[in-house]
């Protein structure tokens, strides 16, 4: 079992000490091989002093000049580290102060001298806790005899020495390679990598999906001994797995997953509707059960850990639990499946009355893709009538609930994204952090209304009996990320002013939205409003999402095959209804119905035993961190392929004309957005041949000295595509028409 530093000292918790045969097992030391590498790992660390050994038991040692970050650096050789405490400073590091480490690592960094207002902290790596490069995309080349890779991105200041191996070196010289990292470096001497494969000649000759994966180090294959514990799996359910959950087989249950044309068998959600004695609406969102298949520290735990989320690339998927989990758990048509059902009880009004949680055994009647539902609604006459009863309940779901739901939340102050339709595959908000709207499915965004709800009572339950839990937080996007939006919308002649001490808030985006739909440019401006939202994360404690206008807590807990975080709260659910104490003591008369809300505010014990609690504490401790690193990395994958996706589009229209919007402008040129495409280009000063243009910081504009034309944010211009670096994503473009007459303001400074 391979391990990182980072994942070993994870373990460790407070000043709390940790017997080795505790670690061997977190860390699935088996063999004789990995136990002797944990215990090097000890040893060295113990020498450094980041533990220390007593009776037989390791601590860790923690000192107030030494932090936890990770690196970034620039081409130029200097790196900060960046503290994952929010607000603390990033620390500036000297390239002779980085012991090797590079771009992209987990590092302890011991503070050499402090900040001061005006300068940053400094320090020097003292540990590297984690690498982020197991493998690097490179160039190969020849010097004297030996051969070299030399890395694509250019903040990876280091060759590596290859070792020959199946492939011919001689015919990868100047080629795009994947290269693994066998050794990093030792004091003077350089890594060591071979090459996994050959991309092509270069990253245009290249796969857009085969770059993407191997510059983010994206697994695509599953281990053999993970396969094997997939296969494990029973195929049936037993009659010692139905016990003590409720049966909810003979409700009319349906589920709604995926496209038309899609073949994918991951279908999490089920859903069941049916009306109270007292004129309120049950809704049942019924969550598939992995946890109860995939155990903690199995080697299926341990690869879903590793990686954390699916990852949506085009037309491929990366999962995170292989097909075969997949389909045992998967809510599929006439199946008996397990599930987590969370059943809420709403009035007319779509307010949420009261809930509860359940261990439940469901099987579902009708699985409809969302073009499927869509077409049914309102088709009661004419739809087959076999599907009589589903069609009643999605027009029930559709036209009277989720509208309520989704009045209550825009009351809130939550706001919808009406941005291009790309691939969403979660039930939720997911990573965009709001609902977006679809244009062509509607059923979609309502359907997301009902499942950010069952999140939302599952956050309050955990918070209410004190579990331990991982919420989803959503920090307020920083104004000066705004400016040139709010600009832009303003010279668009839209009323976005905020005021200077104000702070930013949902009803803002909700009022920015409402702009936007009224204007001339609505595509580009909500495109450009949702890259001012900021990457929703991960806590241990409760806290606000901006997105969804949430401040008691919210938490992810419906797709527990494509998120760890999900399978997690899985694990604190069913540890709750299996060791869940209903009572104060034994002799106490009163109890409480934990999977109810009723039980909110009637609890002053721990619900859990310590030792469950406090072993869930601390997984949720070790885990956070690791949810965010991959939650990031696999946005950044996504966002770079849709990237490398546009610039193949425009090297294959280089010289085309297009019409655009000038959404940012510096002093070196200034950006548009061609409309039409969704994509950005820069116009270079240098470009601008008619006359010398001035940058104006106030008016946000350049200004011809003599011609008097300005290029503001807000105009329109017809550009030309000029050139397209493909692996860095640049376009270059030239106007060839547009810009405006500049007014007396813009001339001043």
Known sequence: ????????????????????????????????????????????????????????????????????????????????????????????????????????????????????????????????????????????????????????DDRLLFELDLNPNHENLDQAIDHLVHVEVLRYPLGPKNPIGQVARVLGSDAEDAADTDIVCCKHDLRRNFPPNVLKAAQDIPKQLRKTDLKKRLDLRNHLTIAIEGEDHSESEVVENAFTLEKTKVGHWQLGVHIADVASFVSLDSPLDREARKRCTAVYLGDIVLPMVPETVQERCSLLPGEDRLAISVLL?????????????????????????????????????????????????????????????????????????????????????????????????????????????????????????????????????DVEELQDLIKLGNNLHLDMQVEEDEDITPQHYQRFTQLFAKSTAPKVLNYLLQSTLKLAGYSSKPGSHFGLAFDKGYTHC?????????????????????????????????????????????????????????????????????????????????????????AEQMKERTGDVFSGLITGVQSYGFFVEIEDLLVEGLVHVSSLKDDWYEYRSRHACLVGRKNRTAYRLGDRVEVQVKSVDYYRQQIDLVTVGGGSVAFNEDLEE
């Open 1 to 152: 079992m391979e391990f990182s530093i980072a994942t070993l000292l994870s373990n460790f918790t407070d000043d709390k000490s940790v017997a080795p045969k505790v670690l061997e097992k977190k860390l699935g030391c088996q063999d004789d091989e990995s136990l002797e590498k944990l215990q090097i790992a000890l040893d060295a660390l113990e020498k450094i002093g980041v533990l220390v050994k007593e009776r037989g038991r390791y601590r860790r040692v923690y000192e107030e000049d030494v932090v936890e970050a990770k690196l970034r650096c620039s081409s130029k050789g200097f790196c900060f580290a960046i503290q994952d405490v929010e607000g603390a400073d990033d620390i500036y590091i000297q390239k002779s102060h980085l012991s090797t480490a590079w771009n992209g690592d987990r590092v302890l960094v011991k503070i050499t001298k402090e900040g001061s207002r005006r300068r940053s902290p400094e320090g020097q790596v003292k540990l590297i806790l984690e690498r982020a490069n197991p493998s690097v995309l490179a160039r190969v080349r020849r010097t004297n005899g030996s051969y070299q890779a030399v890395p694509l």
């Open 558 to 646: 419906v797709s527990p095959m494509r998120r760890y975080a999900d399978l997690f709260v899985q694990r604190v659910l069913l540890a709750l209804f299996d060791k869940g104490r209903d009572r104060r003591s034994t002799r106490s008369k009163d109890r409480v119905d934990l999977n109810h809300s009723s039980s909110h505010g009637n609890i002053n014990w721990n619900v859990l035993p310590p030792d469950t609690q406090q072993e869930l504490e601390t997984e949720v401790t070790i885990l956070v961190p690791h949810l965010n690193d991959r939650e990031k990395l696999a946005q950044d994958a996504e966002v770079d392929l849709q990237g490398l996706k546009k």
């Open 345 to 477: 009880t709403l009035n007319e009004a779509g307010e949420l009355v009261e809930f509860e949680i359940h261990p439940s055994v469901i099987k579902v009647d009708h699985q409809l893709s969302y073009q499927k539902a869509q077409s049914l609604l309102g088709e009661h006459q004419e739809a087959d009538p076999e599907l009589a009863s589903a069609v009643e309940m999605l027009n029930n779901l559709f036209f009277t609930l989720s509208p309520a739901v989704r009045a209550q939340r825009q009351r809130r102050g939550a706001f919808d994204l009406n941005v291009s339709e790309t691939q969403y595959p979660f039930k939720d908000e997911g990573r965009i952090g709001a609902i977006i709207l679809s244009s062509t499915l509607p059923v979609r965004s309502l359907l997301t209304e009902l499942t950010i709800l069952a999140n939302q009572a599952v956050a309050s339950h955990l918070q209410a009996i004190g579990l331990p839990g991982i919420y989803c937080v959503q920090p307020i996007p």
